[in-house]
């Protein structure tokens, strides 16, 4: 079969030439704006350490001119649709994405008929040959968004994970593009009952067909639902099947096009030869001789995993002395073959390098993290430390986020275990400003090597959780970081720090923390704003020689309490035995006098402020967080919490969400909604903001 004939205009092998020379030119932008914000960061970072009070605010014609451009684009990305549904809210695809979807197929469209008599019944294999050589064109795109090792990703500082879903839409794209081509030959042969005749006889035909069928299941099984169902059964039959796929394209495309099959070959062997490289290098003591000469590798294996179980089903895994480095708000796959065989899954790491550890914080849904919390009920009796560790295997880290040290204000939103995400972020903040108080150690390093301080300076960080249990998972760390901001406080004197807890089904506990508030041996300012007793000063206990002694035995009393007294039941008057608050907290107008919901009873209900009588007294004499982390039951306004923010900000400021799909979409729409409300960078003095976005799923 030949390819036709197309006249005056280029060869059929030209146009996926064509095609790529407008990938080429996105992906060169995106390059740029990459290459840019790094600098941007540098920059700032230098501005911060020279003293200026606004290092975060662009000053030069250039940076102003850039910033209202990012500003427009930001809000024209980020917008979407909503409509409410009863208690949900249907959300549309952000126009961002919506956009670069409709020009990509916009392109191959026009790729696909331009020049072409579509209306002449004679040249409809014409069309159906020049389809099709763009259909196999788009092949090497749809590998090189796949990999984990993702040289576009590198260029542009988009991770792969972010880059999947336009992996997924180019396969649909493709499939369209794959579907004009076999329309427009089957509407070329319809008229002379010529179809049967193809199949029978001409095996280039039936193969192709097989193509499309196997293109068709691949973009079927791939929409969320199916995917979400058990995606290690989905990961392993979408590799099978791209295999059959790509046998039949091979068998079915003449010679001259068999390079866009053989390059998607070359780049996933590339992808797993690298990942498996990399992972033997981590993952193998030998290539690590310093840290096996120090004691801290043991074995041939580099990674034991520690496994502790904590309320809400959640493990806690600990690797010591990882032989990488890593970034906040990075992830790792790990493989536990001796508990889980065959399977991988990716984690956030709740720690930060300066740690010398890596911490995971990992939910029981099904599966593969379902055996890992039941491991680590049955480890947590043993008494032999060694028998509690088992072999771990790291690969990674993988994730990329713009420096958060840039900003002049930053807020972290964080619902149940994405706090996995925002805590080193917070520390790494935190981290920022210690290198900031000892200016005399602050170097000057190459533009490769990130910068040492912070230009930041106005933190919010909010966590909502259901119960005290989760709030025990990092209550020492929250504590932690605020005593270690009040000890900074007294070499910086114009950084701010405002951590909210806010809890949605443990109504009692939040009574009883306020309670203990109120009855603590301190010298309060007593602030009724935020609805809570909430101290600022140190309390008397700590005396006035040894501030920083009395703050660590403080934090280490604060946080003694055990899992067993986390777990403390409450009256409800829901069927489930949960007493959930969706009262939405208004702190500025918060009464403490009058609780946001109250679940309770007529014939049980408490005072506000009183303990019940079925509170053990750990809990009554001891504080599980810090007392200047305001402690609340309900479920946060995230609009009015990032516009505080944004309204005391200096310069530019990011906003960060993890957590359940639906308080990502509700703080991406309100960062879209105060950028406009606010006229960012539109001649009003408003300063631009950043928003980063992670949703549980993929």
């Not at 790529?20 to 840019?36: D, E, F, Q, W």
């Not at 065989?341 to 849904?365: C, N, W």
């Amino acid at each position: 079969m030949s390819m036709g004939h197309m006249g005056s205009l280029p060869a059929l092998t030209e146009f996926p030439k064509f095609y790529y020379a407008v990938v080429g030119s996105a992906i060169g932008v995106a390059t740029l704006v990459n290459v840019y914000n790094y600098a941007l960061y540098r920059q700032r970072i230098s501005a911060a350490r020279g003293g200026s009070r606004t290092p975060a605010k662009p000053r030069s014609w250039l940076a102003l001119w850039n910033a209202t451009l990012f500003a427009f684009t930001r809000e024209a990305s980020n917008f979407s649709i909503r409509i409410p549904l009863k208690n949900r809210i249907l959300s549309f695809p952000t126009v961002g994405r919506a956009t670069l979807i409709s020009l990509n197929v916009v392109v191959l469209v026009v790729l696909c008929l331009y020049g072409l008599d579509l209306n002449n019944p004679l040249t409809r294999e014409d069309v159906g040959f020049r389809c099709g050589v763009v259909t196999i064109s788009q092949l090497p795109l749809i590998f090189l968004l796949s990999g984990k090792n993702n040289f576009i990703g590198y260029l542009s500082g988009v991770s792969y994970e972010r880059l999947n879903w336009l992996h997924r839409w180019c396969a649909r794209c493709m499939l369209l593009t794959a579907t004009i081509h076999m329309g427009y030959f089957l509407s070329a042969w319809a008229p002379y009952d010529y179809i049967g005749y193809q199949l029978k006889n001409n095996r280039i035909v039936w193969k192709g067909l097989a193509a499309w069928s196997s293109l068709a299941w691949i973009v079927f099984s791939s929409m969320t639902p199916i995917r979400g169902w058990n995606y290690e059964v989905f990961l392993i039959q979408h590799i099978i099947s791209f295999a059959v796929f790509l046998t039949f394209v091979y068998l079915h495309t003449p010679v001259e096009m068999n390079a866009y099959v053989w390059i998607p070959v070359a780049l996933f062997a590339f992808d797993r030869v690298f990942r498996a490289l990399r992972t033997l290098y981590i993952n193998t003591s030998i290539f690590h001789p310093a840290q096996k000469k120090q004691g801290q590798l043991e074995g041939f294996w580099a990674c034991k995993a520690e496994f502790t179980p904590l309320p809400h089903n959640t493990t806690r895994i600990v690797v010591r002395n990882p032989p990488i480095s890593w970034t906040p708000g990075q992830h790792v796959f790990l493989s536990f073959h001796s508990i889980v065989p065959l399977q991988s899954h990716p984690f956030t790491i709740a720690s930060i390098p300066e740690d010398g550890r890596m911490e995971f914080y990992v939910k029981a849904e099904k599966g593969g993290t379902k055996h890992l919390f039941r491991h680590a009920e049955k480890s947590s009796s043993l008494s032999e430390p060694s028998l509690r560790t088992k072999t771990v295997t790291i690969e990674g880290p993988y994730g990329t986020l713009r420096p958060l040290r840039q900003f002049d204000s930053v807020v972290l939103l964080a619902g149940s275990t994405g706090v996995t995400y925002t805590i080193p972020l917070l520390r790494d903040l935190l981290q920022g400003w210690k290198e900031n108080a000892n200016a005399s150690t602050l170097k000057t390093t190459s533009f490769f090597k990130a910068p040492s301080g912070a230009a930041t300076r106005h933190i919010r960080f909010v966590w909502v959780v259901k119960s005290r249990g989760q709030l025990g998972w990092l209550s020492e760390q929250l504590s932690s970081v605020y005593a270690e901001f009040q000890a900074l406080q007294e070499k910086l004197r114009d950084i701010k720090l405002e951590i909210t807890v806010y809890i949605t089904c443990d109504e009692v506990f939040t009574e009883e923390h306020n309670s203990l508030l109120s009855n603590t041996n301190a010298t309060p300012q007593k602030e009724a704003e935020h609805g809570v007793v909430q101290y600022r000063g140190r309390p008397h206990s700590l005396g006035q020689g040894d501030e920083s002694k009395g703050e660590k035995e403080v934090v280490r009393e604060m946080n003694s309490l055990d899992s067993e007294s986390l777990e403390i039941q409450q009256d409800s008057c829901e069927p489930t035995g949960t007493c959930c608050c969706r009262t939405a907290v208004d702190e500025s107008n918060f009464s403490a006098n009058k609780a946001p919901c109250c679940c309770s009873s007529p014939k049980t209900m408490t005072h506000p402020t009183s303990l019940t009588s079925s509170t053990p007294p750990s809990v009554k004499q001891k504080l599980l967080v810090h007392p200047s982390v305001t402690v609340l039951s309900g479920r946060p306004k995230t609009m009015d919490i990032i516009r505080r923010s944004l309204e005391q900000a200096l310069g530019e400021s990011a906003v960060v969400v993890c957590g359940p799909r639906g308080l990502v979409a509700d703080v991406k729409h309100n960062v879209c909604s105060l950028s406009d409300e606010r006229a960012v960078h539109k001649g009003t003095g408003a300063q631009g903001i950043y928003l980063h976005t992670e949703d549980f799923g993929w």
